[in-house]
């Protein structure tokens, strides 16, 4: 029975919980059981076993395994899955088996011998989905990584795409779940946890205090807040009415960023400077705060270091907005003049992923706690509760000060290393690690290739892995057409491993994804004015758009309710496909447009709604607000006698009119 169950766990451990591999497992057990229960009532006739022993099964299992490397990671669970089915078919078969014995004891041995050895030696390459990582904790009893999200119906993926909050940030360190567990035995009252954790805070940072808040965005509005209203009551239940207040947040223009509305909502509006000497000459007494962000900080005009001393004569409080960085001690922030800076807990820290770590004056670290929850002001939506307040404050300890989180940052070059070996001997394939001093955490590992000899996009790439299992994630925005880059931070051993082999596996044979689709021509020209019916979840608006098509090429302009932007795109038979591209500071607007022409004339589909600043420039933030449903009616073209407009259905081939 060992071996009719042993091969079936290790299918579902490669394969994960889909019905196929489940069906194979249990098809094992279920002939191993109705073997044996015919072996106990008539023995072997004549010495020999009626049907293939599922012994069999698991010398048959490691040679599967041993041939993992040349399999690609798509693949393998079904050439698994194959082996074992037939093995239990061919054990409930007629066939007769001599039984093992004499030499072919010793043949098995070494045979078991050997491929122990191998299969021990590459560790990770036995299994197609880790069972842990460095940053999470085991799996419960015998469930694998991510069971829980399987069975609301969603795949988990292994996370290359560094600690982007869409996708998570980093899981909470082992430390930090213990504290939280225990945080969760007890009740105490917030005020008093606040004050306790500022002063701790205060220590381990070398910072007058901290306080734990619900995230960075929720930061910058709180901290607005604080530096608008202090503790003032009454002037704190007037916000985000801010008239006759100072009001303005000043932030340099290289360094406008896409979390800015954080600050709108607590009232401020928000002020543009290129200069130090602009700096100055706005402050005038109508600036309650300069927002720096942090990793822009070393190249911009306006740093720091040099704005430090004129901000604290004028009496306005400077915050950094270092969320993707590391805090230390000292913090090298607020030792530079920063009255306030904030950290992700949820990052690099491995804290709760929803919080966020401030440092910096203890008046305005406490006018930030009062000013939030659990408080009736201004910020009570941005609960934060005394498991996550536990929760980060070890996250901070830990990372500034233990074994633990130094051995785990150590392990980041190894790990991107695992992954290059994979690589380096492919043709047209080049790789380097990258690092970032002061202004990233964490080291990167850039691959590039050579378009004429790997013939497919970063795009499609990142695509192609999700759809594999185990699923894969590359980061969007970082890559180029032909060039992608991986973060080591939320990668194990085994999973640097397994995304170097499926990495490797496309680059050696690039048709496996790079399947050329022929051009259609166009079969409609939609060039001309457009009225545009958007309609989203909740309202709808009028639209424009002005089209010219040259060929299938589509360019021109969609008018929305507040901007103009660029369209480009194309039409492939009678199919529409076009991005509208609006100019904003901070934040770009996208709609990307899919429809078809109608029968008669119109042009129906659906748009994906998304907004990103030019760094983050990617598919994923150009979808971030969903999807709405769009109908285009052309605009009618008068020739002749205007009294009497023109228009006709869309035909097979030439211009809509």
């Given at each position: 029975?060992?071996?009719?169950?042993?091969?079936?766990?290790?299918?579902?451990?490669?394969?994960?919980?889909?019905?196929?591999?489940?069906?194979?497992?249990?098809?094992?057990?279920?002939?191993?059981?109705?073997?044996?229960?015919?072996?106990?009532?008539?023995?072997?006739?004549?010495?020999?076993?009626?049907?293939?022993?599922?012994?069999?099964?698991?010398?048959?299992?490691?040679?599967?395994?041993?041939?993992?490397?040349?399999?690609?990671?798509?693949?393998?669970?079904?050439?698994?899955?194959?082996?074992?089915?037939?093995?239990?078919?061919?054990?409930?078969?007629?066939?007769?088996?001599?039984?093992?014995?004499?030499?072919?004891?010793?043949?098995?041995?070494?045979?078991?011998?050997?491929?122990?050895?191998?299969?021990?030696?590459?560790?990770?390459?036995?299994?197609?989905?880790?069972?842990?990582?460095?940053?999470?904790?085991?799996?419960?009893?015998?469930?694998?990584?991510?069971?829980?999200?399987?069975?609301?119906?969603?795949?988990?993926?292994?996370?290359?795409?560094?600690?982007?909050?869409?996708?998570?940030?980093?899981?909470?360190?082992?430390?930090?779940?213990?504290?939280?567990?225990?945080?969760?035995?007890?009740?105490?009252?917030?005020?008093?946890?606040?004050?306790?954790?500022?002063?701790?805070?205060?220590?381990?940072?070398?910072?007058?205090?901290?306080?734990?808040?619900?995230?960075?965005?929720?930061?910058?509005?709180?901290?607005?807040?604080?530096?608008?209203?202090?503790?003032?009551?009454?002037?704190?239940?007037?916000?985000?009415?801010?008239?006759?207040?100072?009001?303005?947040?000043?932030?340099?223009?290289?360094?406008?960023?896409?979390?800015?509305?954080?600050?709108?909502?607590?009232?401020?509006?928000?002020?543009?400077?290129?200069?130090?000497?602009?700096?100055?000459?706005?402050?005038?007494?109508?600036v309650a705060m300069i927002c720096l962000v942090g990793r822009l900080d070393g190249k911009s005009p306006v740093p720091l270091r040099e704005i430090a001393s004129i901000a604290s004569a004028a009496g306005v409080p400077i915050l950094v907005d270092a969320a993707g960085l590391s805090p230390g001690k000292p913090d090298r922030?607020?030792?530079?003049?920063?009255?306030?800076?904030?950290?992700?807990?949820?990052?690099?820290?491995?804290?709760?992923?929803?919080?966020?770590?401030?440092?910096?004056?203890?008046?305005?670290?406490?006018?930030?706690?009062?000013?939030?929850?659990?408080?009736?002001?201004?910020?009570?939506?941005?609960?934060?509760?005394?498991?996550?307040?536990?929760?980060?404050?070890?996250?901070?300890?830990?990372?500034?000060?233990?074994?633990?989180?130094?051995?785990?940052?150590?392990?980041?070059?190894?790990?991107?290393?695992?992954?290059?070996?994979?690589l380096t001997d492919i043709a047209g394939v080049t790789t380097e690690i990258m690092s970032w001093a002061g202004s990233v955490t964490a080291i990167r590992l850039k691959i590039a290739w050579d378009l004429a000899t790997i013939p497919f996009d970063a795009e499609m790439l990142r695509l192609a892995l999700l759809e594999q299992r185990p699923r894969i994630l590359l980061h969007d925005f970082w890559s180029t057409p032909t060039s992608i880059i991986?973060?080591?931070?939320?990668?194990?051993?085994?999973?640097?491993?397994?995304?170097?082999?499926?990495?490797?596996?496309?680059?050696?044979?690039?048709?496996?994804?790079?399947?050329?689709?022929?051009?259609?021509?166009?079969?409609?020209?939609?060039?001309?004015?457009?009225?545009?019916?958007?309609?989203?979840?909740?309202?709808?608006?009028?639209?424009?758009?002005?089209?010219?098509?040259?060929?299938?090429?589509?360019?021109?302009?969609?008018?929305?309710?507040?901007?103009?932007?660029?369209?480009?795109?194309?039409?492939?038979?009678?199919?529409?496909?076009?991005?509208?591209?609006?100019?904003?500071?901070?934040?770009?607007?996208?709609?990307?447009?899919?429809?078809?022409?109608?029968?008669?004339?119109?042009?129906?589909?659906?748009?994906?709604?998304?907004?990103?600043?030019?760094?983050?420039?990617?598919?994923?933030?150009?979808?971030?607000?969903?999807?709405?449903?769009?109908?285009?009616?052309?605009?009618?073209?008068?020739?002749?006698?205007?009294?009497?407009?023109?228009?006709?259905?869309?035909?097979?081939?030439?211009?809509?009119?």
């Amino acid at each position: 029975m060992s071996a009719g169950v042993f091969p079936g766990i290790a299918l579902l451990v490669v394969g994960g919980s889909a019905a196929l591999f489940v069906a194979v497992a249990a098809l094992l057990a279920g002939a191993s059981a109705l073997r044996l229960s015919y072996f106990n009532v008539f023995g072997s006739p004549g010495g020999r076993f009626i049907g293939v022993p599922t012994t069999y099964a698991v010398p048959l299992t490691a040679i599967i395994f041993l041939a993992r490397p040349v399999l690609p990671n798509q693949i393998f669970p079904y050439v698994l899955a194959l082996g074992i089915g037939a093995i239990a078919i061919l054990h409930v078969s007629p066939l007769r088996v001599p039984k093992t014995a004499g030499v072919m004891y010793i043949v098995v041995t070494l045979f078991c011998v050997a491929s122990s050895v191998i299969l021990a030696s590459r560790g990770a390459d036995m299994s197609a989905e880790p069972s842990c990582s460095s940053n999470r904790a085991p799996a419960t009893g015998l469930r694998e990584v991510g069971w829980i999200y399987r069975e609301l119906g969603v795949e988990p993926f292994i996370q290359c795409a560094g600690v982007r909050t869409i996708y998570g940030a980093s899981n909470p360190s082992d430390e930090v779940i213990a504290a939280m567990n225990a945080a969760a035995e007890a009740f105490v009252d917030m005020d008093e946890l606040a004050d306790a954790v500022g002063a701790k805070m205060a220590a381990l940072t070398g910072a007058e205090w901290g306080v734990v808040t619900a995230g960075t965005a929720a930061t910058l509005a709180l901290a607005t807040a604080a530096c608008i209203a202090g503790n003032n009551p009454e002037l704190m239940l007037r916000l985000p009415d801010t008239t006759g207040l100072a009001n303005k947040v000043i932030v340099p223009a290289d360094q406008r960023f896409a979390y800015e509305q954080s600050i709108r909502i607590a009232g401020a509006a928000i002020v543009s400077v290129a200069t130090v000497e602009e700096l100055s000459a706005a402050l005038d007494g109508s600036v309650a705060m300069i927002c720096l962000v942090g990793r822009l900080d070393g190249k911009s005009p306006v740093p720091l270091r040099e704005i430090a001393s004129i901000a604290s004569a004028a009496g306005v409080p400077i915050l950094v907005d270092a969320a993707g960085l590391s805090p230390g001690k000292p913090d090298r922030w607020t030792e530079s003049g920063a009255d306030l800076v904030v950290y992700a807990g949820g990052k690099y820290l491995r804290a709760p992923q929803s919080t966020a770590i401030v440092l910096g004056k203890k008046n305005l670290c406490q006018a930030i706690w009062w000013n939030g929850a659990p408080h009736q002001a201004f910020g009570r939506s941005m609960k934060v509760g005394k498991e996550e307040v536990v929760g980060a404050v070890v996250a901070l300890d830990r990372w500034i000060n233990a074994q633990s989180a130094k051995d785990e940052r150590d392990q980041w070059l190894p790990r991107l290393r695992r992954i290059e070996r994979h690589l380096t001997d492919i043709a047209g394939v080049t790789t380097e690690i990258m690092s970032w001093a002061g202004s990233v955490t964490a080291i990167r590992l850039k691959i590039a290739w050579d378009l004429a000899t790997i013939p497919f996009d970063a795009e499609m790439l990142r695509l192609a892995l999700l759809e594999q299992r185990p699923r894969i994630l590359l980061h969007d925005f970082w890559s180029t057409p032909t060039s992608i880059i991986v973060d080591p931070v939320n990668l194990s051993d085994d999973e640097a491993e397994i995304v170097g082999r499926a990495l490797a596996d496309p680059f050696r044979r690039p048709a496996s994804i790079a399947r050329e689709v022929p051009p259609q021509e166009a079969a409609v020209d939609i060039s001309g004015a457009w009225h545009v019916e958007m309609t989203f979840l909740h309202g709808s608006t009028t639209q424009q758009f002005d089209i010219r098509q040259t060929g299938h090429v589509l360019q021109g302009t969609h008018k929305a309710g507040e901007t103009t932007g660029i369209i480009s795109g194309e039409v492939c038979g009678r199919r529409v496909r076009f991005e509208a591209a609006h100019e904003r500071i901070p934040i770009w607007l996208f709609y990307s447009f899919d429809g078809e022409v109608s029968d008669d004339g119109s042009l129906i589909g659906t748009v994906r709604l998304g907004g990103t600043a030019k760094e983050h420039l990617g598919p994923v933030f150009k979808g971030q607000f969903g999807s709405a449903d769009w109908h285009g009616i052309r605009v009618p073209v008068f020739r002749g006698d205007p009294t009497e407009p023109r228009r006709t259905a869309a035909t097979t081939r030439g211009r809509l009119e």
